[in-house]
């Protein structure tokens, strides 16, 4: 399956030259600190009916996707996507994403899900804010102390819900640029810091009293029967209703 838009052409890569390509590209992204999915399990992932898909344009990757199935046949986990630094601003995360909808939905695949850092604005406004995920669970140090870029501070996840068939999902597929409706149910709301990464390299003390707030104020919502809804851009804060998950 393909899709052009603008000169980019989003497609599934097609030979092992191109898993290996995706396989570098990840570490120009994410540094060597942060070991990229290799060409050979990509492929044999793929194989057995996963995705790994690219933004190209003019023979070059400039965006890579990898989802790859779960225990359930209707759920996809998406574990990677990235956008090469040079090519940020372009929109390509979000047409990534979209495109991997329209994969899914092709298959009998209604749930793609992946883990996120909470606290960073950027992926809290392209998850929630612009494709319309819902949140309503929280891993505490997922994936245990780690390096590099995520250093210091316990490796805290939210996992997000894409549910790519309700019609507020098909909606939104009309016209993906646009900005997302806050939801109209509002009863709390969560705060996250300007910019988290900032805090990482400069002030480790105040990004981790800051993990430990947002933790305890997610947590306590999620048990309450809240769940993620809705993300403030302007404000930086999540926006949290109460569960209706019969409406998904």
Known sequence: MNAQENGVTLRELTSVAELKQA????????????????????????HEGGLVAGAFKDG?????????????????HSHRLAVH??????GLGVKLKWYQRDWCLARGITMAR??????????????????????????????????GI????????LLAEWHLDTAEI???????????????????????????????????????AERLRVRSELV?????????????TARGEYLLCHSRMSDL
């Open 220 to 232: 306590t919502a999620f048990a309450g029967g809240l769940i993620v809804a809705g993300f403030d």
């Open 150 to 157: 995520n250093a210091g501070v316990p490796s805290d996840r």
């Open 85 to 90: 630094p040079d090519s940020r601003g372009m």
């Open 23 to 46: 396989e570098s590209f990840q570490r120009e992204v994410w540094g060597e600190d942060d070991p990229p999915d290799n060409s050979d399990i990509m492929l044999a992932i793929q």
């Open 170 to 208: 098909a909606q939104r597929a009309v016209d993906p640029q646009a900005p997302a409706p806050q939801p109209d149910n509002i009863v709390a709301r969560v705060a996250i810091p300007a910019d988290f990464p900032a805090l990482l390299a400069n002030d480790l003390e105040t990004a981790l």
């Open 114 to 147: 992946w883990t996120y850092d909470p606290l960073r604005r950027i992926n809290a406004g392209l998850n929630i804010a612009r494709l319309g995920a819902i949140a309503r669970r929280y891993h505490e140090d997922y994936y245990g102390e780690m390096v």
């Open 60 to 76: 070059r990757m400039l965006g890579f996707l990898f989802g790859f199935p779960t225990s359930d046949p209707t759920i996809q």
